[in-house]
């Protein structure tokens, strides 16, 4: 079992940036595919960005494309959400989620295909 802890959150103005880390426990870190979640009051939880198990494949929602990068180091067990000119519109609280992948790499967008989850970090944008 990978249990997942996030940190980096916290208050930014619009344009500011942030990096988000998660810091995984556990042998199969490096055998996860992982992914980046937010969840807005009211709103569902909603896919942000993946990474496959190398880091050598990425996928993002359109609406952080081209502002968030997303990465891990295997071994530091960690991976990162780099989120550059931030809006309101991304407030919101950040989960780290992963699951277990094979080699061949499946884009997985749905909270359902994920196994392990963080407790969240917070977000907020200032306009």
């Known amino acids: 079992q990978v249990q997942l802890v996030e940190s980096g959150g916290g208050l930014v103005q619009a344009g500011g940036s942030l990096r988000l880390s998660c810091a995984a426990s556990?042998?199969?870190?490096?055998?996860?595919?992982m992914g980046w979640f937010r969840q807005a009051p009211g709103k569902e939880r909603e896919f942000v960005a993946a990474?496959?198990?190398?880091?050598?494949?990425?996928y993002y929602a359109d609406s952080v494309k081209g502002r968030f990068t997303i990465s891990r180091d295997n071994a530091k067990n960690t991976v990162y959400l780099k989120m550059n000119s931030l809006k309101p519109a991304d407030t919101a609280v950040y989960y780290c989620?992963?699951?277990?992948?094979?080699?061949?790499?499946?884009?997985?967008?749905?909270?359902?295909?994920?196994?392990?989850w963080g407790q969240g970090t917070q977000v907020t944008v200032s306009s």
């Open positions: 989620a992963g699951r277990r992948a094979s080699v061949t790499w499946v884009v997985v967008t749905t909270t359902g295909g994920y196994d392990y």
């Open positions: 556990g042998r199969t870190f490096s055998s996860s595919a």
């Open positions: 990474v496959s198990r190398s880091g050598g494949s990425t």
